[in-house]
């Protein structure tokens, strides 16, 4: 089954939702005692995780672990989302991943990163939200978003590991993210599984959802035409 067709069971406290809606509607409610977990910015700082998207609307992408190659290729994809684009749409765009909030500011250098970004050192939420652990075998293909192989992104990515200041593999290597889009106030809208590393919601997809309009992620120029 696609990890992003709508779902109306309820997992963990949680109630996954069709894409979002038209009109005033809300989508189904996050349950109270996910919206109270914390998570940690870049200072350390605790914040309740339904105060993210109190107010507005959000994109919350969960990271599978900062060394991931696929993940740092994907978010240095989203560091490319201008952030004018976002406040014409009136949503927020966060990244939450699992390592120690000290892993924030080198992971935000290394890919240029400069939306918002939490860490959940946990998982609370990730198991609240029924992300997966293990890698699920499809045939979902190859994502838009990543250009490394998997030998070649391993290795970089284990060297970051032992040359890093903090030797550690920020978070737990088995553990798969996901996409979702809440708010305003405790309403999921649209929820997708990672099942792998490859698994990504392709990020266009995404926006589209929320009305922020298609970005060029291949970085080739601008043809003018005169």
């Known amino acids: 089954m696609d990890a992003s067709a709508p779902i109306t069971r309820q997992v963990s406290g949680l109630i996954a939702a069709a894409p979002v809606p038209s009109g005033r509607e809300r ?11 914390l998570v940690l910015d870049a200072s350390g700082r605790r914040v309740p995780f339904g105060a ?28 490319k989302i201008p952030k004018s684009l976002l406040q ?18 080198p992971f935000c250098k290394l890919t240029g ?14 198991k609240r939200l029924g992300m997966k652990r293990g890698e699920e ?17 391993s290795i970089r990515s284990l060297w970051r590991a032992v040359t890093g200041p903090l030797f550690d593999f920020q978070g737990d290597p088995i553990q798969q993210g996901g996409t979702l889009i809440l708010g305003p106030g405790p309403y999921i809208h649209f929820i997708h599984r990672d099942r792998n590393r490859l698994d990504h919601k392709p990020i266009n997809s995404v926006l ?12 080739r120029p601008s043809v003018i035409h005169v």
């Open 113 to 126: 990163y400069c939306h918002e970004i939490y860490v959940d050192p946990e998982r609370e939420i990730y």
């Open 27 to 37: 989508g189904q409610p996050l349950a109270a005692a996910v919206a109270e977990l």
């Open 208 to 219: 589209q959802l929320v009305g922020v309009q298609h970005v060029d992620f291949t970085n």
């Open 88 to 105: 014409e749409a009136n949503v927020t765009l966060i990244v939450i991943g699992q390592s120690s909030y000290h892993h924030i500011e």
């Open 137 to 153: 075998i499809t045939s979902s293909g190859q994502s838009p978003h990543i250009k490394s192989n998997i030998l070649s992104g």
């Open 52 to 79: 993210l998207f109190r107010e507005r609307r959000a994109i919350v992408i969960f990271v599978r672990h900062f060394l991931c190659y696929t993940c740092k290729e994907y978010v240095e994809d989203l560091a």
